[in-house]
């Protein structure tokens, strides 16, 4: 079944660290990857998308991520984190334009930025 | 940018009462969306719209129907309010693969 994992619930760090989050997928083929970023109170917004091509892609926000398909994985990292930074980011996956309507989305991982 | 708009960010219902989310966006997208976000569990699709009058059930569809009359315009109707449906509703359109959200909607139902 496809299913997107964020192992980790909630994630706390200092301003000035660096982060990673993480993700899994499990998929058939090699979906469309994306991370998205909700501000408390907010809609999604996209942080940057994997279509195809260079496996480290480069977001809004200084974000980057890299997929490796051999550990079904798209993790998303930041050099040095902002107080603005905290907030909660969404992995999610869609397939192939044949099936490019069912995006499946993480259950999220909240960053939380300590002065 | 692609805008696009929920009706309300709060709302405060009792059981039983009829429900109507609307959203509106402004890019000309075929592809429309509604989901329900709740803690720990993620986005979930409830209903998805390709085409004006065009609509196919999510993952959780029960409890709720859509209608799509006017391509920019997608609409979340909650038949008979329930409490289990107090969450925040998230309406998106599609364009090139992306997906564009609105601000959401926190519906509480007592």
């Known amino acids: 079944a496809q299913s997107v994992t964020q192992p980790d619930i909630h994630i706390t760090v200092s301003e000035g660290a660096s982060l990673e989050l993480r993700c899994n997928y499990s998929?058939?083929?090699?979906?469309?990857l994306f991370w998205y970023v909700q501000s408390p109170g907010q809609g999604l917004q996209l942080l940057l998308k994997y279509f195809s091509g260079d496996t480290l892609v480069q977001g809004i926000k200084g974000f980057e991520a890299e997929f490796k398909r051999s550990q079904s994985s798209f993790n998303l990292r930041k050099p040095s984190v902002h107080w603005s930074d905290a907030a909660e980011y969404f992995c999610?996956?869609?397939?192939?334009?044949?099936?490019?309507?069912?995006?499946?989305f993480g259950a999220g991982t909240r960053l939380f930025v300590k002065a | 940018d692609v805008k696009v708009t929920q009706s309300s960010r709060y709302l405060v219902k009792r059981t039983g009462e009829k429900v109507f989310l609307e959203c509106v966006q402004d890019?000309?997208?075929?592809?429309m969306f509604w989901y329900r976000q709740d803690p720990g569990l993620g986005l979930r699709l409830i209903y998805f719209?390709?085409?004006?009058?065009?609509?196919e059930k999510g993952d959780i569809p029960e409890g709720y129907s859509v209608s799509r009359e006017k391509k920019e315009r997608f609409s979340l109707i909650l038949e008979s309010a329930s409490t289990n449906q107090t969450s925040m509703y998230l309406c998106?359109?599609?364009?090139?693969?992306?997906?564009?959200f609105g601000p959401g909607t926190r519906l509480t139902v007592t």
């Open positions: 998929y058939g083929a090699t979906p469309y």
């Open positions: 998106a359109s599609r364009g090139n693969s992306l997906r564009n």
């Open positions: 890019m000309d997208h075929e592809n």
């Open positions: 999610a996956v869609e397939g192939p334009p044949t099936g490019g309507f069912k995006t499946i």
């Open positions: 719209s390709y085409d004006v009058k065009m609509k």
